[in-house]
């Protein structure tokens, strides 16, 4: 992730701040005590250079509770604050964005986040990955309004794709930029909507990976994924990672990034199938990539950390079907989304483009 001017997005998101302000004092803060922090889970060890990226005895730390699924994290850099920024994340089915604050706790920031309509729309029509351009604006996978959305500096919302030969999208899922930072890359399974697979409102008959340009031109570049999830580069952005959130097969594919940012085909980078079927939680779903190139992929059991050759080195173990992962604070701390908690963990790892 490149990273953004935050001059531009406290400005930029002032009017939205000013929007949602009614709807923080309506919410509670869900802060849990900032000194003694409870903990979930373990760390599991399966090669001695995980000792390197997460050293012994470190603890998953629970940050705050109560959420219906949580999802999407992203970390906004903020000097002015004494902490030094704060986290957005997503509430799918309570249809909101949260903020979480160090000292402060969570509170609502945005709401709606991801469907603007008035009948309802099952149980999942917010929005889903966040992620900020390089001018610190807030783009979100938008699964209600079947779009990939902007929040402008001035707080409006713009659609930057809805569309695939002039056919609706299903429900973005999960989105990354390219290395010129403008580009932006998209899965789109059909989560979002009421009845998924199955849902009459389905205009496209496959689950594609997808890029749209800073034209606004949207791209088909794979649909051999049966149910495209999380994706994230390489540090080179040779390499496109991409999870395939299928019970009956619960993988990751590379994809090689060819020199006009279309995908050459995919190769099978790990799969995790046996874990699902033996009773883990959680299918494959978000990953971001360290400045190394390890890929720290959220899959049944918690969070997958693999070198950049395949070789599985440890797993955080939430004990929680983990949504998604991001990376926070000073680039070394993985703030994890899992099912009703908001976690976090210190690694000796730096996210890549920090």
């Excluded at 629970?62 to 000097?79: A, I, K, N, Q």
């Excluded at 713009?158 to 010129?180: M, W």
């Excluded at 606004?216 to 794979?222: A, E, I």
């Excluded at 790990?270 to 190139?293: C, E, H, I, M, Q």
Aim: proline share 7%; charged share 25%; glycine share 12%.
């Amino acid at each position: 992730m490149h990273k953004p001017n935050q001059l531009a997005f406290t400005r930029g998101l002032l009017a939205a701040i000013i929007f949602t302000i009614i709807l923080q004092y309506n919410n509670p803060v869900l802060a849990q005590d900032s000194t003694n922090f409870p903990t979930i889970g373990e760390i599991i060890r399966y090669d001695k250079s995980f000792d390197d990226l997460i050293e012994p005895e470190t603890k998953i730390e629970v940050l705050s509770s109560g959420f219906v699924w949580s999802e999407g994290p992203v970390w906004v850099p903020d000097t002015k604050l004494p902490f030094g920024g704060y986290l957005l994340f997503s509430d799918i089915p309570n249809n909101r964005i949260v903020k979480w604050e160090e000292k402060v706790g969570a509170e609502t920031w945005l709401q709606p986040s991801g469907y603007t309509g008035q009948a309802p729309y099952g149980g999942e029509p917010g929005c889903n990955g966040l992620v900020l351009d390089k001018e610190g604006q807030l783009i979100s996978c938008e699964h209600g309004d079947r779009r990939i959305s902007l929040l402008t500096r001035d707080g409006g919302k713009i659609t930057l794709a809805d569309r695939y030969d002039g056919k609706r999208l299903n429900s973005p899922n999960d989105a990354c930029l390219g290395a010129d930072g403008e580009t932006i890359y998209f899965t789109d399974p059909p989560y979002g909507l009421p009845n998924r697979f199955e849902d009459p409102r389905r205009e496209l008959d496959f689950c594609g990976v997808y890029r749209v340009d800073k034209a606004g031109k949207v791209t088909l570049l794979t649909t051999e994924m049966t149910r495209p999830n999380g994706l994230a580069f390489s540090p080179d952005f040779k390499t496109l990672y991409v999870a395939q959130s299928d019970p009956e097969a619960a993988i990751w594919k590379s994809f090689p990034v060819k020199e006009d940012g279309t995908l050459g085909e995919g190769k099978l980078f790990y799969d995790a199938t046996v874990n699902f079927k033996k009773g883990l939680p959680g299918l494959p779903d978000g990953l971001k990539v360290d400045s190394k190139g390890n890929i720290w992929a959220t899959g049944p059991g918690g969070v997958y950390v693999f070198n950049p050759g395949g070789t599985l080195l440890g797993r955080i173990s939430t004990g929680e079907k983990t949504a998604n992962c991001g990376w926070g604070n000073d680039g070394s701390t993985l703030y994890l989304t899992a099912d009703t908690y908001l976690c976090r963990i210190q690694t000796g790892a730096k996210g890549a483009g920090w």
